[in-house]
């Protein structure tokens, strides 16, 4: 797959705020600080399409990508932050709760973790609310360039029992600092998508 357009076509928190549900939708769920917006920005090619900020939990909210106008990329709010006010914290769940049983473009969500920490137990909390809306099987294992090579395959076996990942589920490691990885996750992306 090659990104060749890719535009923010709508930020909610709510489900009138939705763009029209007429696409397929890849989501995108890790926790604040796990680099999500790099990875997006490094998938789509561009610099600040997703914001980078220097403060994690600052996607509160749910934003719609639409790429080369024939799916969309959404980013959901980053979760575990412990600065993210509990009132916040609160909202987090209901708004997923309700993309995910009224989406019916959803086809799957990527889950993001950092390689270098076994998945915490909200990650793990994440994965099976995924597996119970059967949106589970892809895991970005990201900041893959602050481990070595010998290390990698230790943390991906971390991650994989960790989140008691099934054989068939997939853990790509990307480096959105030396952009690598991200060929085998659009590729994944387009077998989701040709589903």
Known sequence: MIVKEAQLEAVAVRANQYPEDTMPEIAFAGRSNVGKSSLLNLLTGRKSLARVS????????????????????????????????????????????????????????????????????????????????????????TKADKVSRNEMQKCISVIRRTLDLDRDDVVIPVSALKRTGQDKLLEQMDKILEE
């Open 54 to 141: 220097g403060s994690p939990g600052k996607t509160r909210t749910i934003n719609f990508y639409r790429i080369n106008d024939s799916f969309r990329i959404v980013d959901l709010p980053g979760y575990g932050y412990a600065k993210v006010s509990k009132e916040m914290s609160k909202d987090w769940g209901p708004m997923m709760e309700e993309y995910f049983q009224i989406r019916s473009g959803l086809r799957k969500v990527v889950q993001l973790v950092d390689i270098r920490h076994a998945p915490s137990a909200q990650d793990i909390q994440m994965y099976q609310y995924l597996k119970h809306y059967g949106l589970d099987g892809i895991v970005v294992a």
